[in-house]
């Protein structure tokens, strides 16, 4: 197999303390002030709302404490790239970068960048004003495309801090640690606020609607969007210092935390207002900050949901260039994409390529339409890198394992049926967006049957 060379190497920049950012601060972003109304509204209880957030943590945890295992074994770029191609050969590893890059990756950052600008039009309201409306049946919901002056802001964010990770992954993860602290210090302090709040005297039980299976697996769709990006740390594999140490601990010390919070936060927005209340706000943690300090409280959670997502889309971008950067190395992907910037050691084709198309898609849809196709495509290769444990451990057992997955085979094989409980509901529920996935996916098989012919 022929392979790209670059004139620089990728280098180990990344401390401890970058990796566990990247994965707390690409996980936390907007669905912390978004989801728990549309969770409210699925399940209609706060039990089962604080089930949903223990149930999807949970598989969150069983994935990260999987994947620790194969990030210390092969702390290579493209995480999961690396191991479905360690584990199922070289076509799965394709089909996870091909679909990162046009779906998953740049879907999240599409998404990301739009929730981003859902709290930046609290200050500025002219943002979501329509420019101009395309009369055709290509924008939501097979409706007309309308151009808002928020999406060109958002494009503007994603070309921005693709340029900042240009600059080095050093100069990246320092930006992510620094960025990560401050917004996680800002939540705290939005969680104790509500915490130490006057209670609003309803009861927790108090239901809106009657929940099912159905609707809490529907409930349990929005927490995985809340948890997703668990996984980044191991696509920067090459680029993390002791990578055999710190990349268990950043994986399972970031989902640890990032749960942790979750939990704290919808403690606070269910102690302050009433589980109706909730419901019906589209931003509980501003309406929660603003029935305790007034108008300018909610402005305050704003500035903490905008720099959130600041974090959320840099991790996002800075991990997820390294995906079709790792495929191109391998001859599995557009070759100009495998190349390394050799005075500032980044993958700074794959990251410009990786900006521009996210920013494409912000043109797509919504913030709910892009979340469902984000998630369906991203976990049927979640739950096959998860069954890459089982396998590379009967077809690779010499390969060297500085850590093995806690609960071993139990926690791998609960992270799969879990997956596929969600992907099959998925795919009944939102089924456009579900088969749009699938298709991208299975459009990328000719082009590997042209570079798996250029490779061997």
């Known amino acids: 197999m022929s392979r790209v060379v670059s004139k620089g190497e990728l280098q180990r920049d990344l401390g401890p303390w970058a990796a566990a950012s990247i ?14 109304s549309t969770m409210i509204q699925r399940v209609g209880s706060v039990p089962l709302v604080f089930a949903v957030w223990i149930v999807g943590g949970t598989l969150s945890l069983a994935g990260a404490l999987s994947y620790a295992e194969l990030a210390a ?14 584990a199922y050969g070289p076509l799965w590893g394709f089909l996870y970068a091909w679909t990162q ?13 739009t929730g981003f600008f859902l709290y930046f039009a609290d200050f500025f309201p002219a943002l979501d004003r329509p420019i101009y409306r395309l009369p055709l049946p290509i924008g939501p919901h097979g409706g007309p495309l309308e151009i808002r002056y928020a999406q060109l802001a958002a494009i503007a964010l994603i070309l921005g801090l693709g340029w900042l990770n240009y600059f080095g992954v050093k100069f990246g993860g320092e930006v ?33 609607t009657h929940g099912t299976l159905t609707s809490f697996v529907a409930a349990l769709v929005a927490a995985l969007w809340a948890y997703d990006g668990w996984n980044n740390a191991g696509m920067v594999g090459s680029e993390v210092r002791a990578p055999q140490r710190n990349l268990p601990l950043a994986l399972i010390g970031g989902t640890l935390g990032v749960a942790l919070l979750y939990l704290l936060a919808n403690a606070a927005y269910f102690w302050v207002l009433t589980p109706s209340q909730v419901a019906a706000s589209p931003r509980v943690a501003a309406d929660m900050m603003s029935r305790i300090l ?20 840099n991790g996002s971008i800075l991990s997820g260039a390294r995906v079709p950067y790792a495929a191109a190395r391998d001859g599995y992907f557009f070759r100009g994409l495998g190349t390394v ?34 998630i369906f495509a991203s976990w049927i290769l979640y739950a096959m890198t998860a069954a890459a444990v089982l396998v590379l451990r009967r077809k690779k057992p010499q390969l060297d394992r500085p850590y093995l997955t806690l609960g071993y085979p139990a926690v791998p094989v609960l992270f799969i049926l879990g997956a596929a409980i969600l992907l099959l509901f ?18 990328g098989l000719p082009f590997y049957r042209y570079w798996s012919r250029e490779s061997n």
């Not at 994965?23 to 728990?36: A, H, M």
């Open 341 to 374: 910037n050799p005075r500032h050691h980044t993958p700074a084709s794959a990251i410009l390529v990786l900006s521009l198309w996210s920013s494409l898609l912000i043109l797509s849809g919504k913030y709910d339409d892009l979340f469902n196709l984000v």
């Open 176 to 208: 992510q640690t620094a960025v990560t602290v401050l917004k996680v210090l800002l939540i705290a302090l939005i969680i104790a606020f509500g915490l130490t709040a006057g209670h609003s005297g309803v009861s927790a039980s108090t239901l809106v």
């Open 101 to 113: 890059m046009w779906v998953a990756k740049s879907g999240s950052i599409a998404a990301l960048a």
């Open 294 to 313: 007034g108008p300018w409280g909610g402005h305050a959670v704003s500035v903490a949901a905008i720099i959130s997502t600041f974090a959320a889309l």
């Open 426 to 443: 998925t795919l009944f529920d939102r089924p456009r967006e579900a088969l749009i996935g699938l298709g991208i996916m299975a459009a």
């Open 23 to 36: 994965v707390v601060g690409t996980v936390i972003g907007t669905g912390i002030f978004l989801v728990p």
């Open 73 to 86: 074994a092969l702390p290579e770029a493209g995480g999961e790239y690396v191991y479905l191609r360690e």
